[in-house]
């Protein structure tokens, strides 16, 4: 029994072999389709108006005239735009009775009257024309396994609930924001706007608003670098990224405003701002002046 199946095996892989495979067209889908069938076994021809300056990757692939090519096989795809069809009614005789495989495709819905098939069938009308391979791209057939559209990665946990997609996330919506009122900082600065709002309100904008903005921003590349900050393999010579030295100075900002925010130093500054310290100094001046003239 496993040698009958061994032989069948072998019987079927030398049928293959011996199918023989035409192909109008050395352009890219016409290559692509013609190796990969090379590749299964089958003997393939390929049909070019200049054969001599066509170049194909394998050497056993066969570059012939369309009529020469025609006459090796019984199946032909047309691997050629439909505004090259007319040379196809010359050979009408050498493709009597042959499988014409059409696999264009219309840039625009109803460009033609007829579909490309029907316009194929009426140049050569002893020919059997057929519709296939018109929803695979030339991309597909040269990666074969290795498409991208073919790699489908099992996993049952949520995409949502995973950290990559929270950060990437966090951090595009932290940097639309600083985004959004870096722009508005820059608006209010304009002399025409500024003159139409008063101190406490540009005030409140330069600064409330400004350090916000510094805020959303730095925190934007904190959450867009993630696990990279701390990631041996990502220093280069030891030099961090980009993106890490951009933080120095936003973060030595960050650091004073937020020492200069506690309570003992805001209201020693809050102090100067008001004038108490000039206050005082200048009674103690006008003290030393009177004992003086006593």
């Known amino acids: 029994m496993e040698k009958d ?28 389709l013609g ?7 089958y003997s393939v021809v390929f049909g ?9 990757c394998h050497k056993e692939i066969e570059v012939l005239s369309h009529a020469e090519a025609a006459q090796r096989s019984d199946i032909i795809i047309i691997a050629i735009h439909r505004d090259h069809y007319k040379f196809l009614g010359k050979l009408a005789e050498e493709l009597q009775g042959k499988i014409l495989v059409d696999v264009s495709n219309n840039l625009k819905i109803n460009q033609y009257p007829e579909s490309n098939a029907e316009y194929l069938a009426e140049l050569v009308p002893g020919a059997k024309v057929v519709k ?4 695979i791209s030339a991309w597909a057939l040269q990666s074969g396994t290795l498409d991208t559209s073919r790699q489908i990665i099992s996993n049952k946990t949520d995409p949502f609930l995973t950290s990559n997609v929270w950060n990437f996330d966090s951090a ?8 959004f009122l870096f722009i508005l900082l820059g608006i209010t600065s304009l002399p025409s706007v500024s003159n139409m709002v008063n101190w406490r309100e540009f005030r409140f904008v330069q600064s409330k608003l400004g350090y916000l903005t510094l805020v959303l921003c730095t925190a934007h590349i904190l959450v867009f670098g993630g696990r990279k900050f701390v990631k041996p393999p990502e220093l280069i010579w030891y030099l961090p990224p980009t993106y890490v030295i951009s933080l120095i100075i936003p973060f030595v900002v960050l650091v004073l405003k937020f020492i200069l925010v506690m309570p003992c130093f805001d209201r020693s500054l809050k102090q100067i701002q008001q004038g108490k310290e000039r206050n005082s100094l200048s009674k103690k001046v006008q003290l030393g002046n009177n004992n003086t003239e006593v």
């Open 132 to 135: 296939a391979f018109n929803t």
């Open 172 to 179: 595009l919506t932290l940097g639309i924001l600083g985004f």
């Open 5 to 32: 199946q061994a032989s069948f095996a072998m019987n079927v892989s030398s049928y293959v072999k011996k199918e023989s495979v035409c192909v109008f067209g050395t352009g890219n889908f016409g290559r692509s």
């Open 35 to 41: 190796h990969r069938m090379f590749q299964c076994g």
């Open 48 to 56: 070019s108006r200049n054969p001599e300056q066509s170049s194909l």
